[in-house]
Nanobody, 123 residues
Framework: QVQLVESGGGLVQPGGSLRLSCVAS????????MGWYRQAPGKQRELVAT???????NYAESVKGRFTISRDNAKNTVYLQMNSLKPEDTAVYYC?????????????????WGQGTQVTVSS
């Protein structure tokens, strides 16, 4: 199977920066899109940013100009650089990956999620 493990969350003051990482491991043939989502208390999970295998990116309006998503295909890793953090960025951040696995001649595409990492922006 496939596992996604996030790291890099924590407590930071407003205006500060954090860098999240997410490593995918397991029986991976290839990875299509990767992304970051977040869920604040009492709210639905929302998209933060996505990146294709060709490095095309997409951002939520609320994070444009402050967050940067990138990936290292050789390491099956996606990053989220978060700058100028605001209290409203406080949430659990989840990594997502669309993974192609191989079983003999067959390919299977599935959506995988990490366990989440807490980001708290507070003075």
């Amino acid at each position: 199977q496939v596992q996604l493990v996030e790291s890099g969350g924590g407590l930071v003051q407003p205006g500060g920066s954090l860098r999240l990482s997410c490593v995918a491991s397991g029986s991976i043939f290839s990875i299509n899109a990767m992304g970051w989502y977040r869920q604040a208390p009492g709210k639905q999970r929302e998209l933060v940013a996505t990146i294709s295998s060709g490095h095309s990116t997409n951002y939520a309006e609320s994070v444009k100009g402050r967050f940067t998503i990138s990936r290292d295909n050789a390491k099956n890793t996606v990053y989220l650089q978060m700058n100028s953090l605001k209290p409203e960025d406080t949430a659990v951040y989840y990594c997502n990956a669309v993974v192609v696995t191989s079983e003999g001649f067959f390919r299977k595409v599935d959506d995988y999620w990490g366990q989440g990492t807490q980001v708290t922006v507070s003075s």
